[in-house]
């Protein structure tokens, strides 16, 4: 069992930055693709970005590419989310995700874990 967990959101200004990190636990990190996901009120969950086990590989979903950046710290078992260019449609609940294995990127499906979210909001 993996258990993740995301600290960081808030609210912030358009235009603005934040950061999301998830911290995870009970399996070898660096066995796991990481992933971010989103999902706002009203719509399915949206997929934002992966990173590979090692940190080597990076997928961004075409949404929030040239904003958002995704890094990870095998030695810390956490996964980041920085966001730049804030807009008011990327209000959501971000969720940390969890894949054991090979980087497949995008997949919601493939993800074997997921965190309880956390909220980001982006006033205009």
């Known amino acids: 069992q993996v258990h993740l967990v995301e600290s960081g959101g808030g609210l912030v200004q358009a235009g603005g930055s934040l950061s999301v990190s998830c911290a995870a636990s009970?399996?070898?990190?660096?066995?796991?693709?990481m992933g971010w996901f989103r999902q706002a009120p009203g719509k399915e969950r949206e997929f934002v970005a992966a990173i590979s086990r090692n940190g080597y590989s990076i997928y961004v979903g075409d949404s929030v590419k040239g904003r958002f950046t995704i890094s990870r710290d095998n030695a810390k078992n956490s996964v980041y989310l920085r966001m730049n260019g804030l807009k008011p449609e990327d209000t959501a609940v971000y969720y940390c995700a969890a894949k054991i294995g090979p980087f497949d990127a995008n997949d919601l499906a493939q993800y074997d874990y997921w965190g309880q979210g956390t909220q980001v909001t982006v006033s205009s």
């Open positions: 009970g399996r070898t990190f660096s066995s796991l693709t």
